[in-house]
């Protein structure tokens, strides 16, 4: 979506969305102590994406919840375009019930947890593909829900974190055919006095109620604008700050002879691997492991083309994908990952949806600063750093799966 196909009604509301945003931007937009991981390069995508989810919770649950009233498990509640299945119900406490799309897809679920005291915790969460009921998959959204008498005077507090934005949007995407008119059609919330026009919950909800307002009741191509304007308008310089950095902490490992196919530089406790990278070309890359974080991309590479005037950070998973991500690179080739390139003379740059849910932007952002603050302790600096000279500690590390039976020594470029 483009500015220009807004209409003048959405190109207010999106205006009004920005507009906190914006006038962080022009306020700390440069100020380094506020760049120390993805949300915060963003500045006003927390207090945005809060209300935008907890609006979404509130009225999901205000119109879905009567008609789950009475599901027990082993039954289907089917409505235009979602059937909710897969029912697990505790009468007094607890339900949950899973979205299934017309081709038959577990997408996500729907929980809701009351805690007796007039609360309820209420969660969309991931269907994984190789388990879609899987209990600790993650959640996409959050909404604390607090219950009135008239439910709808309920508030809701919401969470949606940014590597779950674009799904949470995908999900509510699923259930606006069915929902969207009803919720379209609420009845509004009774203002806070005589002649004010909104509650407390629609007054504190305004600038994203009306993004999904004109969206069709909940979340969709507006608010996807949102996120993807503040990731246009900010990525440019996340992008060079984590360039600059990643080059400069790769020039110090191969200083010290940590590079590929030899001796790693990890974290005193061996949680993060890091080498430099040198390709046939000359390019320098950083490939960090941050070998205990959750989630299937735990590897980024970051690297600098002279040539292009580019700069590049790759998303690798753990095991094979790791080594098909270093080879491409090596051979000078685009890896077959997820990645974000950006113009380093003109800010130019294609970050989106799909880097942005691999969390691997405020992966790299996290522990580039971590290494920044240990090479620049002068405290216990023995202690913080580890060199490993064994390349068989990552080879055991990222161990290989059926799809490639070639053997380590085949895979592992010679240095």
Known sequence: MTVEELTAEETKAVETALSPYRALVRRFGEDRERQRDFESFLLGYRGFAERLAGDAVRRIDYVLSPKLAT?????????????????????????????VDDEGVQRFRLNWEADGDGRTQVTIQ???????????????????????????ENRCQGTVWSHHYFEFIDAVDLMRPALGAEILAMPRQKPLRDGFPWSSEELDKLSASEISRLDGGLPGPLARHVLETMLRERGSLMLRSIADRADAIASWLEGEGCVWGGAAMATHDRDNLMYAVRAGDG????????????????????????????????????????????????????????????????????????????????????????????????EDEDDRFERVDD????VDANSFDDEDERAPEEIVPTI
């Open 71 to 99: 599901i027990r498990e082993g039954d289907e509640l089917r409505l235009p375009g979602v059937t909710f299945s897969h029912v697990r119900r505790d009468p007094d406490t607890s339900l949950s019930v899973t979205a």
């Open 126 to 152: 991931q269907c994984p593909a190789h388990d879609p009921q899987y209990p600790y998959a993650d959640g996409l959204a959050y909404g604390t829900l607090l219950r009135e008498n008239d439910p709808v």
């Open 283 to 378: 390019n320098l890359a950083l490939l960090f492991q941050a070998r205990n974080t959750a989630g299937p991309y735990t590897t980024f590479l970051v690297w600098k083309d002279d040539a292009s005037g580019t700069a590049t950070v790759a998303a690798a998973m753990a095991g094979q994908h790791v080594w098909r991500v270093v080879e491409a690179f090596l051979r000078g080739e685009a890896p077959d990952a997820p990645m974000t390139t950006v113009d380093l003379a003109t800010g130019e740059h294609d970050m989106g949806g799909e880097i942005v849910q691999t969390a691997v932007l405020d992966l790299a952002l996290c522990h580039i600063r971590y290494v920044e603050g240990d090479l620049n302790a002068t």
């Open 391 to 394: 390349f068989e500690f990552f």
